[in-house]
Nanobody
Framework: QVQLVESGGGLVQPGGSLRLSCAASGNIFSIKTMGWYRQAPGKQRELVAAINSGGSTNYVDSVKGRFTMSRDNAKNTVYLQMNSLKPEDTAVYYC??????????????????WGQGTQVTVSS
């Protein structure tokens, strides 16, 4: 059973910072790509940042220069450092991962997984 557990959300004033964490656990063989998505009320979920197994990152234009995504492969954990936060960054942030699990000694399975989400509110 794979779990993605996010933490680090909260209430912050405009211009402030938060760091989100997402830890993957379970019978994990390898993790290919992990991403952070967000969904604001009344809006579609959007990809904010992604990082591949080699550490290369991509960001949506609206967060470039303000957000930094990183990963600790030894801990199966990714982070999203969010600086210069704006009210429009307010959303539920979700962790997502493409990972391979060990089903049996001779069988692996690759699937996509989501975390439960963590609320980020930017308001004065």
């Amino acid at each position: 059973q794979v779990q993605l557990v996010e933490s680090g959300g909260g209430l912050v004033q405009p211009g402030g910072s938060l760091r989100l964490s997402c830890a993957a656990s379970g019978n994990i063989f390898s993790i290919k790509t992990m991403g952070w998505y967000r969904q604001a009320p009344g809006k579609q979920r959007e990809l904010v940042a992604a990082i591949n197994s080699g550490g290369s990152t991509n960001y949506v234009d609206s967060v470039k220069g303000r957000f930094t995504m990183s990963r600790d492969n030894a801990k199966n954990t990714v982070y999203l450092q969010m600086n210069s936060l704006k009210p429009e960054d307010t959303a539920v942030y979700y962790c997502n991962a493409d990972l391979t699990t060990v089903v049996s000694p001779i069988l692996h399975a690759t699937n996509n997984y989501w975390g439960q989400g963590t609320q980020v509110t930017v308001s004065s």
